[in-house]
């Protein structure tokens, strides 16, 4: 086993000679999921004429040694693995297995990339160690076509319109990137508009979310605020 029963010794309560504490032996075991390294802590105890003998019997987690990308045409393997938080020769917890896969798909949403579909497979190989593969199919890229702003009577459109990402597609969008469909940016063009308003001094302005629909003529989405 890769970590030494000497530092589970030095960071529990319970020592020999101590009166059995239920309370010390169920912080004992938060204690020891703590350190990290364990997927699995339990109790076993053993009546002896000297008293009770308590073992922490504990699972390690297992070592990621072989790590895989595949179905990327569009994104990068180092841009990829600048957003995942799984990486070969580190104990891997299945938290991070699929907190990298969520960033993985928000990786692809912030490119425009919309209904990509990411999964995982988890192959174990030698006693304590796994392989982890993510498999993507990558969508479209998708393109906002119109913004409309409406109710605004203080504040210039374009003076707006300029200032928010969402923005239509324009003829150099493949190299500038503008219009690119982010979900996440376009809801928050909502704050920065009010943020906007609330710079100019109207205290009481209400934005609601973006209607978005997809216009089929256009190929294309309508952002409405």
Same mark, same amino acid.
């Given at each position: 086993?890769?970590?030494?029963?000497?530092?589970?010794?030095?960071?529990?309560?319970?020592? !020999?000679?101590? /009166? $059995?504490?239920? &309370?010390?032996?169920? &912080?004992?075991?938060?204690?020891?999921?703590?350190?990290?390294?364990?997927?699995?802590?339990?109790?076993?105890? &053993?009546?002896?004429?000297?008293?009770?003998?308590?073992?922490?019997? /504990?699972?390690?987690?297992?070592?990621?040694?072989?790590?895989? /990308?595949?179905?990327?045409?569009?994104?990068?393997?180092?841009?990829?693995? &600048?957003?995942?938080?799984?990486?070969?020769?580190?104990?891997?917890?299945?938290?991070?297995?699929?907190?990298?896969?969520?960033?993985?798909?928000?990786?692809?949403?912030?490119?425009?990339?919309?209904?990509?579909?990411?999964?995982?497979?988890?192959?174990?190989?030698?006693? %304590?160690?796994? %392989?982890?593969?993510?498999?993507?199919?990558? %969508?479209?890229? !998708?393109?906002?076509?119109? /913004?409309?702003?409406?109710?605004?009577?203080?504040?210039?459109?374009?003076?707006?319109?300029?200032?928010?990402?969402?923005?239509?597609?324009? $003829? $150099?969008?493949?190299?500038?990137?503008?219009?690119?469909?982010?979900?996440?940016?376009?809801?928050?063009?909502?704050?920065?508009?009010? !943020?906007?308003?609330?710079?100019?001094? $109207?205290?009481?302005?209400?934005?609601?979310?973006?209607?978005?629909?997809?216009?089929?003529?256009?190929? %294309?989405?309508?952002?409405?605020?």
């Amino acid at each position: 086993k890769r970590v030494e029963k000497e530092l589970i010794q030095i960071n529990i309560d319970s020592k !020999a000679g101590d /009166v $059995f504490s239920a &309370e010390k032996i169920r &912080e004992d075991i938060e204690t020891i999921y703590g350190l990290g390294y364990f997927e699995n802590v339990a109790v076993e105890y &053993e009546e002896t004429e000297d008293g009770l003998v308590l073992y922490y019997v /504990v699972d390690e987690k297992p070592v990621l040694v072989d790590l895989r /990308v595949s179905g990327n045409d569009d994104i990068k393997d180092e841009d990829i693995q &600048e957003v995942i938080t799984v990486s070969e020769g580190k104990i891997v917890d299945m938290r991070d297995v699929v907190a990298s896969k969520v960033a993985i798909e928000k990786l692809y949403a912030q490119k425009g990339l919309v209904d990509t579909d990411v999964s995982y497979e988890i192959e174990p190989l030698d006693v %304590g160690t796994i %392989g982890v593969r993510y498999n993507i199919r990558e %969508g479209e890229t !998708a393109y906002i076509k119109e /913004v409309d702003i409406k109710g605004n009577e203080n504040l210039d459109d374009d003076y707006l319109k300029e200032r928010i990402y969402s923005k239509p597609k324009g $003829f $150099f969008s493949f190299l500038s990137k503008k219009g690119l469909y982010n979900l996440e940016e376009i809801n928050r063009d909502s704050e920065r508009i009010r !943020a906007f308003y609330l710079d100019k001094g $109207f205290l009481d302005v209400n934005v609601s979310s973006p209607e978005i629909t997809y216009d089929q003529e256009k190929e %294309g989405y309508k952002v409405v605020f």
